[in-house]
């Protein structure tokens, strides 16, 4: 069981937390548990990491420290009584290892990837100890570890990295056979690198932490508790009349947190895929629903269309003029993006007119500008620009591609809204996404949702 950010956000979640974990218990199973740090917590961690990295003079990170310790130690003394002397204690030695970080960082003037890594793992630091202590204040034996000494290797890619397979017997030693006796409780988020080093899985990336643990106790199901009812047929955010879906695939879930449905880490499924794990979205507080399940099968749905999601945070990079007579440029941009470590979503190529258009997350510009540049000084190409101002709607479902008259249907839709399409992509089978100005961005998900009903049951 994983239990995100919101669920351990506060007293009232982490006793929600614990009756769902004594229920499940009581019930005879051995559960495992990975918990995100408490709601907000790495984002403020990490923007003081970046205000005093990026500082000139010298600043002090205590007020976030005590913060973090007002936050953390009241809600400890709320939900473990009996444990607060012990767990304070901690608590308290972890802020000090954090503040010294920081102030680490202040002084050398300097955040590097790795240490950037080893601070923000430590919401989960914090937040484990606490929902560890809970479960022991209601007799369930347990202990709190971190993602390294649980077993969780991973390759070196500070920031995003990729867990590896030697993860799994260890995780089995250290974690499943503990299950007998004890319900562990994992930190989230953080595994660490064959030299040791700290790494982090990416933003959100306890859903990932939750599936590798899973995989390597082999576990009968994977269960993500969060804060909706199940995965939806959009954002509830953006769209209110959003609904549950029961069951969907492997496949179309990773195309669809892929292209920005946040309710699960988009690398999250592919250790239960592997194992063949379902797994479930449920929501923590309205335990009685019964979510969504993740499985192989890709037909258990009549809908031809399943989701639809939206990513503001997306760029197109339109670039032309490529060298006449000279072959083999798309490669040498591709490679250069790659090795500035810009990921593509979308490419756009039409080759008559010698243009590419490619889609990015807003915040690679800077590495992508760089790798484009090169390639114009080499005469490659002659020109190329970004558009900040454009959204990613994709739209989601395994019965897509087998219907004929889908694209035209979803295109129409959007006609009949007024929208432009600046851009198409035909990702897979299960996927068709498209680019549209900022504005149009939440009108064109509404627009598809409408037209393919989304909102209503099924018959
Ligand atoms: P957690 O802290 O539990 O990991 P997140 O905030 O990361 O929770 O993810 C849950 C949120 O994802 C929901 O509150 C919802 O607003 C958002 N979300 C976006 N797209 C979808 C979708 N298709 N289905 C369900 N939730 C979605
Ligand atoms: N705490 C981490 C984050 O905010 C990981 C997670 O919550 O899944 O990105
Ligand atoms: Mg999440």
């Known amino acids: ?40 917590v790495t984002d403020q961690i990490i923007a003081e990491a970046e205000r005093i990295g990026k500082a000139n003079e010298k600043v002090s990170p205590s007020e976030l420290i ?6 953390h130690l009241s809600t400890l003394k709320a939900v ?11 608590i308290n030695v972890r802020l000090e290892r954090l503040e010294n970080m920081l102030t680490a960082v202040n002084n050398l003037r300097e955040l590097t990837p ?61 974690i499943g056979s503990k299950l007998k006796d004890y319900v562990p409780v994992i930190q989230g988020f953080a595994g660490c690198s064959l030299e040791g080093a700290v790494t982090t899985l990416g933003r959100s990336g306890s ?42 695939s492997f496949i179309e879930m990773m195309e669809m947190s892929y292209f920005g449905a946040k309710v699960i880490h988009s690398r999250a499924l592919l250790p239960a895929m592997e194992k063949n794990i379902p797994v479930y979205v449920r929501n923590t507080f309205n335990p009685s629903h019964p979510g969504t399940v993740v499985n192989r099968d890709t037909h258990a749905d009549k809908r031809i269309v399943k989701s639809v999601s939206l990513i503001k945070t997306s760029s197109l990079v ?5 060298a006449a007579g000279r072959p083999g440029i798309a490669g040498e941009i591709f490679t250069a993006l790659a090795q500035a470590g810009v990921n593509v979503m979308l490419i756009s190529q039409g080759s008559s007119e010698l243009n590419i258009s490619l889609v990015i997350i807003d915040d690679q510009i800077p ?62 089978e299960v996927n068709v996404s498209f680019v549209v100005s900022e504005a149009n961005g939440p009108r064109a998900v509404r627009a598809i949702h409408d037209e393919y009903q989304l909102d209503k049951e099924d018959d």
């Open 207 to 248: 859903d990932y932490s939750g599936a590798i643990i899973g995989a390597g106790i082999d576990a009968d199901e994977i269960i993500i508790w969060t804060d909706v009812d199940g995965v939806m047929t959009t954002d509830p955010r953006m769209i209110p009349e959003a609904r549950v879906i029961d069951s969907i």
């Open 367 to 428: 590495a992508a500008s760089k790798a484009l540049e090169g390639i114009k000084q080499k005469g490659l190409i002659r020109y190329y620009a970004f558009d900040t101002d454009v959204n990613i709607v994709s739209v989601v479902g395994a019965g897509m591609m087998g219907t004929p008259g889908t694209l035209g249907r979803i295109f129409k839709s959007l006609g009949s809204a007024g929208i432009n399409v600046l851009m198409i992509s035909q990702g897979s």
């Open 1 to 40: 069981m994983k239990f995100g950010g919101t669920s351990v956000g506060n007293t009232d979640a982490i006793l929600k937390v614990v009756d769902i974990i004594k229920k499940s218990h009581d019930e005879g199973n051995e559960i495992a548990v990975v918990v995100s740090a408490m709601t907000k």
């Open 318 to 322: 339109i670039i032309s003029g490529f």
């Open 66 to 71: 005590e913060t973090l310790r007002e936050r």
């Open 80 to 90: 473990a009584p009996d444990f607060v002397d012990e767990v304070t204690e901690h």
């Open 114 to 174: 790795r240490s950037r890594d080893y601070i923000i793992s430590f919401g989960e630091k914090l937040s484990a100890p606490i929902v560890s202590a809970a479960l022991r204040q209601i007799g369930i034996n347990s202990f709190q570890v971190s993602g390294c000494d649980a077993g969780i290797l991973t390759d070196g890619v500070h920031g995003s990295a990729t867990a590896l397979p030697a993860s799994y017997p260890r995780i089995a030693e250290r």
